[in-house]
Nanobody, 122 residues
Framework: QVKLVESGGGLVQPGGSLTLSCTAS????????MGWFRQAPGKEREAVSC????????VYADSVKGRFTISRDNAKNTIYLRMNSLNSEDPADYYC???????????????WGKGTLVTVSS
């Protein structure tokens, strides 16, 4: 049974940084596309960044390019999202997703974590 558990969310001031973690069990993260998605109140879930294997391709939403970095630690079966220069457009519930395919879109995910909340406020 696949289980994804996110952590690392919290309250941060504008311009600050956070690192989110997603640890998987029941599956080896190195074998599948995994990514980060977010959903703000009243909005649809959107892709933030994905890490595809075996190509190692990384994709980012335009809104986070240059600010967010996705990475993976195979030994810990964990992916990360380093978020810098957080601003008022970034607050949301952030979800980790896993896909058996190769499309970084919410509808393409086969498994989801329960999410972690990111709040940006002074």
């Amino acid at each position: 049974q696949v289980k994804l558990v996110e952590s690392g969310g919290g309250l941060v001031q504008p311009g600050g940084s956070l690192t989110l973690s997603c640890t998987a069990s029941g599956v080896i993260v190195d074998y599948y596309l995994m990514g980060w998605f977010r959903q703000a109140p009243g909005k649809e879930r959107e892709a933030v960044s994905c890490f595809s294997t075996p190509t190692g391709r990384k994709v980012y939403a335009d809104s986070v390019k240059g600010r967010f970095t996705i990475s993976r630690d195979n030994a810990k079966n964990t992916i990360y999202l380093r978020m810098n220069s957080l601003n008022s457009e970034d607050p949301a519930d952030y979800y980790c997703g896993l896909s058996y395919g190769d499309s970084c879109v919410p509808g393409g995910m086969d498994n989801w974590g329960k999410g972690t909340l990111v709040t940006v406020s002074s």
